[in-house]
């Protein structure tokens, strides 16, 4: 960790005391995950190409699609690796809740990665199967849940707190074991179904990070914490540097993804993404502003399950023309570009109202 050695030449030269700044290493995550990326896509986007792992569009998607065969996919192993570079340098490792961050987002990344291998060995859109993708998410989600539940320094660890009130916290006992495992794999899963078109998921996900990092931040400190009635958790503050480089790395990669994309983050990009969203959110006990921050996730999640369970109940009827949701204003005649930034103006009005809870307690 390269900001524990430049802050141990404190005494040497103190301009090196900065380096103890949660807020300054974020700034540096976030600009080292950006540059990182956006100097290293190019050749990524190459090698992707040489070795055809290149998108296959499904047949029953929207018809406008068909012209994206052949785009390189699995790209979102540039977003993992320049948010590993970034914590590598700037983060605190030895922070347990970095560490469990880390771990959980390398590890549905992996999952991510498996699909997208066989997607693209195979040359058909489907991947692993949903039920061993499903397992393998909710084994990396226990994992995470546990920890935190057993963790000892974490007095709030089966508590859910309920925002706009002060102190309305509800203790779940051991049921916030599933609970958590639900929001973690879910927020993955949301993400995931979300990354349908250029640049919409990066774009949120990189807006879902900075309203994170705030309240993460104030989360992990005492005087802010107590002064708005933020349940304090010692050490979570760390995370805001994660959340730096999460953004560094969606802003870099969202250069190449934008519309018309030259890549595809894949599984292994939104994935990990979803995953490390979900993790932060219980960790920090915002399992709530979660839903708030991520409301066009959920609403995609929901979408989906909507359609499906509509289609089986009805015999055939649908409620929207294609789900995901973006999927069906597409439909409706909007082009892509102009759904993907309604999209993100949304996305940002949900952060700002999340950022407003902290306030309305």
């Known amino acids: 960790m390269l900001y524990e050695f430049l802050y141990s030449l404190t005494d040497y030269i103190s301009v090196f005391n900065v380096f103890r700044y949660i807020t300054f290493r974020t700034v540096l995550a976030i600009l080292t995950s950006f540059f990182f990326t956006f100097l290293v896509a190019p050749y990524c986007i190459r090698w992707l190409k040489s070795i055809s792992f290149t998108q296959h569009i499904r047949d029953d998607g929207p018809k ?63 991947g692993l199967p949903g039920r061993y993708k499903l397992l393998a998410q909710i084994f990396v989600a226990t994992g995470v849940t546990l920890f935190l539940y057993f963790n000892p320094k974490d007095p709030y660890s089966t508590v859910l707190s309920i925002p706009f009130f002060k102190k309305w916290l509800i203790d779940l006992g051991v049921f916030y074991i599933p609970f958590a495992i639900f929001v973690i794999v879910g927020a993955s899963n949301a993400v995931n179904l979300t990354d349908g078109m250029d640049g919409l998921a990066v774009g949120l996900v990189g807006i879902a990070a900075v309203a994170n990092a705030v309240l993460l931040y104030v989360s992990g400190h005492s005087v802010f914490a107590k002064y708005l009635y933020v349940l304090y958790i010692p050490g979570t503050g760390e995370l805001t540097v994660f959340c730096g480089a999460m953004l ?71 409620i929207f023309k294609m789900a995901p949701l973006h999927h069906h204003f597409e439909l409706k005649k909007w082009p892509e570009p102009k759904v993907i930034v309604r999209f993100w103006i949304v996305g940002i009005i949900l952060a700002l109202l999340s950022l407003l809870t902290l306030k309305l307690r």
């Open 64 to 126: 406008t699609h068909l012209s994206k065969e052949g785009t390189p996919t699995m790209g979102g192993i540039i977003i993992i690796a320049s948010v590993l570079l970034s914590m590598l340098l700037w983060g605190n490792l030895k922070n347990p809740y970095v560490l469990i961050t880390v771990l959980s987002f390398i590890s549905f990344g992996l999952i991510g990665f498996v699909d997208d291998y066989l997607k693209v060995t195979k040359r058909h859109y489907k």
């Open 248 to 318: 560094g790395a969606c802003l870099g990669f969202l250069w190449y993804n934008a519309y018309p994309a030259e890549v595809f983050m894949g599984d292994v990009g939104s994935l990990s993404l979803g995953g490390a969203l979900g993790s932060l959110a219980v960790i920090t006990k915002h399992e709530i502003i979660l839903a708030l921050v991520g409301g066009i996730f959920v609403v995609e999640a929901l979408s989906v399950i909507l359609q499906v369970g509509y289609f089986k109940l009805t015999s055939g009827k649908r």
